[in-house]
T-cell receptor
Framework: GQQVMQIPQYQHVQEGEDFTTYCNSS?????IQWYKQRPGGHPVFLIQ?????EVKKQKRLTFQFGEAKKNSSLHITATQTTDVGTYFCAGGLFTGTASKLTFGTGTRLQVTL | DSGVTQTPKHLITATGQRVTLRCSPR?????VYWYQQSLDQGLQFLIQ???????AKGNILERFSAQQFPDLHSELNLSSLELGDSALYFC???????????FGSGTRLTVV
């Protein structure tokens, strides 16, 4: 079945450093979504990318969808302590009449002063 | 408040017991999804309902079942509970298809 892997599993950065997490799907996707889960919290939807090669920005966060629609990345510029949490990508696939969203394994980000 | 309501927030029960987790989706959302998240693990998809009908099944055990009612709220039933069933159970809803999901705050189940 479809698998969505993320690397790294964990990253610890100093505040102000940049951070990137990568997401790879075993199959071509219809879209990719990104979520953030703060410690002790629930996943919160950040963004959805649909088009091949699409790039979207949200303040310090930059999201990319690969040309082949099988990979994606999230880049955070100048991390802050508020960026702490686990970032999940989720690969979406339309299969005829049904749709399926497969969550990646997640990247846990720790930011220290 | 995300708009998705899950009850109860915490549940402690003994092995072999049965529990029911409840979810009210965000107003207007027809799709409900259930996920299991074990400690420091990813989100394992259990089951999806759309407007009362089961649409997709993931890695849901036979001891687990779910349904979505006419008012669109959903219940996840977990029976013959084992220690390994201890986890956070999230409900999420979406308008349809592959739109962004809105997650509830989860039910933390502890089986002792």
């Amino acid at each position: 079945g479809q698998q969505v892997m993320q690397i790294p599993q964990y990253q610890h950065v100093q505040e102000g450093e940049d951070f990137t997490t990568y997401c790879n799907s075993s199959t071509t996707l219809s879209n990719i979504q990104w979520y953030k889960q703060r410690p002790g919290g629930h996943p919160v939807f950040l963004i959805q990318l649909v088009k091949s090669g699409e790039v979207k920005k949200q303040k310090r966060l930059t999201f990319q969808f690969g040309e082949a629609k099988k990979n994606s990345s999230l880049h955070i510029t100048a991390t802050q302590t508020t960026d702490v949490g686990t970032y999940f990508c989720a690969g979406g696939l339309f299969t005829g009449t049904a749709s399926k969203l497969t969550f990646g394994t997640g990247t846990r980000l720790q930011v220290t002063l | 408040d995300s708009g998705v309501t899950q009850t109860p927030k915490h549940l402690i029960t003994a092995t072999g017991q049965r529990v029911t987790l409840r979810c009210s989706p965000r107003s207007g959302d027809l799709s409900v999804y259930w996920y299991q998240q074990s400690l420091d693990q990813g989100l394992q998809f259990l089951i999806q309902y759309y407007n009362g009908e089961e649409r997709a099944k993931g890695n849901i055990l036979e001891r687990f079942s779910a349904q979505q009612f006419p008012d669109l709220h959903s219940e996840l039933n977990l029976s013959s509970l084992e220690l390994g069933d201890s986890a956070l159970y999230f409900c999420a809803s979406s308008e349809r298809g592959l739109y962004g999901y809105t997650f509830g705050s989860g039910t933390r189940l502890t089986v002792v």
